[in-house]
């Protein structure tokens, strides 16, 4: 298997992306690709003591890197020799399996949209991080942002693909699928969520998916359900809540830890509990977060990315290739349609 690594996107590019890919390789056995600026990669792993390329490891030179702040409309007319772009040219025409970059959001999707194609018959890729949950399995939020407006088909469709996402991936036999919602009764929300309920809830009931109803921001985290499906508009708000609440609860338990004496000696007992915590709401240990429905895997990593994240991602990456939730998507694209009447002008 080869992955495909952006070298130059994210705020610790080159060294961090570097490194994490290089540790990936030799701890996972796996091919890496580095794409980047060819000279500053091998100056930057001789800094950190690496003098030849580890076996498995190669670099595929781009000059090119994509800004923070390049208009992703533009980025394949103004950045066609970025990491970016030449990464995922690579990935459409085979070079590798999975494609990771710690580069624009945004970039990233309408170029992946653009060179890896949907699968046919999907309307929107959507960005799908796993929160952390109560039960330890973890729970898919599809969208968190990459489309802020939605239609009930891109919603129905996203239930579909966080279902096969959360059984490939997270290894759940019957994933349940629950709408993102301001209350559990099905008559709660704005048009959207109401139309929405009603095309899921027709899937439930064929069996297609196993629906459960609308759930509330303050149950995703006890792990009522497998699958969040929400607008990127909402579901950003809730992952951006969920992760302002941990370093707020970090925050707390460190400064009563540190009070006095007898606060440190607890802190040392209870030592092993709080390091899984800490690890179940770490962005690094999970690595990124895919794009789901595009014919390949594409992996979003944190732009603040260091290397163990970049190792993550790239374990993400494999595993995503392994999955091939594609090939699910191709087979029931049949199923994932709405009446006339409820399609909305995009």
Known sequence: MRIIVDVMGGDNAPDAIALGAIQAAEEF???????????????????????????????????????????????????????????LQMLRDGAGDAFVSAGSTGALLSAATLIVKRVKGIRRAALSPVAPTKTGNGAVLIDCGATAECTPEFLLQFGFMGSYYARRMLGVENPRVALLNIGEEDTKGCALQKQTYQLLKKAGDAGYINFTGNIEARGVLFGEADVIVADGFSGNILLKSIEGTALFMSSLMKDMFKRNVLTMLGALFCRKGIQNIKNKMDYRETGGTAFIGLTKPVIKAHGSSDARAIRSAVRQAMQAAQADISADIAANIDKMTVPKELEHAE
């Open 29 to 87: 056995s796996v091919e890496v690709i580095l794409v980047g600026r060819g000279e500053a990669i091998l100056q930057c792993l001789k800094a950190h003591g690496v003098q030849t390329l580890p076996k498995g490891v190669e670099i595929a030179n781009a000059e090119g890197v994509v800004d923070m702040h390049d208009d992703p409309a533009t980025i394949l007319k103004t950045r066609k020799d970025s990491s970016m772009v030449v990464g």
